[in-house]
């Protein structure tokens, strides 16, 4: 038996577009579905209506969790042709915080304009409340 991944074109996913056959790509991977739509804890609409395209940037926006993405391989069927593949980027989410995990949330950015924020409102506050 092979170990070589089987590749997939983007026209052969969206054939798997319904109940009896359910294919989406995310991250350029092509996962059948189609046994797990029961068990969505979403419900298999939301799958359905993704089925047979890529699904990438719904599957990033809900965030799931780091289960979630790993009971994924149980589905993995192959591989997006590199032709038919997304160069696009997402940040994915795998915290249950809903907190992105492609920045490092500490960075002085993060908190600089917040406290300037802050700082400005209370110098304001205090330069109001003392000159009247």
Avoid: C
């Avoid at 294919?23 to 029961?38: G, R, S």
């Amino acid at each position: 038996m092979s170990n070589e991944t089987k590749v997939f074109r983007l026209s052969d996913v969206k054939a798997h577009n319904n109940q009896k056959s359910t294919y989406l790509v995310i991250h350029n991977k092509v996962y059948d579905v189609t046994k797990f739509l029961e068990e969505h804890p979403g419900g298999e609409e939301v799958l359905i209506e993704e089925a047979g395209r890529d699904a990438t940037e719904a599957f990033e926006d809900v965030g799931h969790s780091t289960d979630a993405r790993e009971l994924m391989q149980d589905y993995f069927i192959g591989d997006l042709h590199p032709d038919d593949r997304s160069t696009k980027t997402y940040a994915t989410n795998t915290g249950p915080t809903g907190t992105v995990s492609t920045q490092n949330s500490s960075s002085w950015t993060g908190w600089l304009l917040p406290v300037g924020v802050a700082l400005a409102v209370a110098f304001t506050y205090r330069y109001m409340t003392t000159s009247g």
